[in-house]
């Protein structure tokens, strides 16, 4: 699978053992930085990662930044994504499984490193249930 990533200065501590796992895992990761504790804009990195899901690059996009808000706010300006911010394993695969979600966003601030890991462990290996879902998702995206 090929897989987008991106984080801010703050998300960046986590980015290098999410990488290291996903690429021993046997992915393809594209890493659109940032590459440094230097403060930067989030949207400058969540945007490139979520354009390669939304037009099919990467199949999944993974974000990270302080609180995860900020780049899940600004992966979801785009059309086709669906991104979740997650804090936990059980809601990283329910993004999965009933929202089908395809990018996930972890808030580095309020989890441990490990819980990140599992959390994106868990996203990449759950697929979307369908079924009633589907209805659902197709009701997210909508023309203005």
């Given at each position: 699978?090929?897989?987008?990533?991106?984080?801010?200065?703050?998300?960046?501590?986590?980015?290098?053992?999410?990488?290291?796992?996903?690429?021993?895992?046997?992915?393809?990761?594209?890493?659109?930085?940032?590459?440094?504790l230097e403060s930067v804009d989030y949207p400058d990195?969540?945007?490139?990662?979520?354009?390669?899901?939304?037009?099919?690059?990467?199949?999944?996009?993974?974000?990270?930044?302080?609180?995860?808000?900020?780049?899940?706010?600004?992966?979801?300006?785009?059309?086709?994504?669906?991104?979740?911010?997650?804090?936990?394993?059980?809601?990283?695969?329910?993004?999965?499984t009933h929202n089908d979600a395809n990018?996930?966003?972890?808030?580095?601030?309020?989890?441990?490193?490990?819980?990140?890991?599992?959390?994106?462990?868990?996203?990449?290996?759950?697929?979307?249930?369908?079924?009633?879902?589907?209805?659902?998702?197709?009701?997210?995206?909508?023309?203005?």
């Amino acid at each position: 699978m090929i897989i987008s990533i991106g984080c801010d200065h703050a998300g960046f501590p986590y980015k290098s053992a999410i990488v290291d796992m996903l690429k021993n895992k046997g992915h393809e990761v594209i890493d659109f930085g940032t590459h440094s504790l230097e403060s930067v804009d989030y949207p400058d990195f969540a945007h490139p990662t979520a354009t390669f899901v939304e037009d099919g690059i990467a199949q999944l996009g993974i974000l990270l930044c302080g609180s995860g808000n900020g780049v899940c706010m600004a992966a979801n300006k785009h059309q086709g994504i669906r991104a979740a911010l997650c804090w936990n394993t059980e809601l990283a695969e329910l993004a999965r499984t009933h929202n089908d979600a395809n990018m996930i966003c972890v808030p580095v601030r309020f989890v441990e490193e490990k819980t990140a890991l599992n959390m994106i462990e868990a996203f990449i290996s759950t697929a979307f249930e369908g079924g009633r879902h589907q209805r659902r998702v197709d009701k997210i995206h909508r023309s203005c």
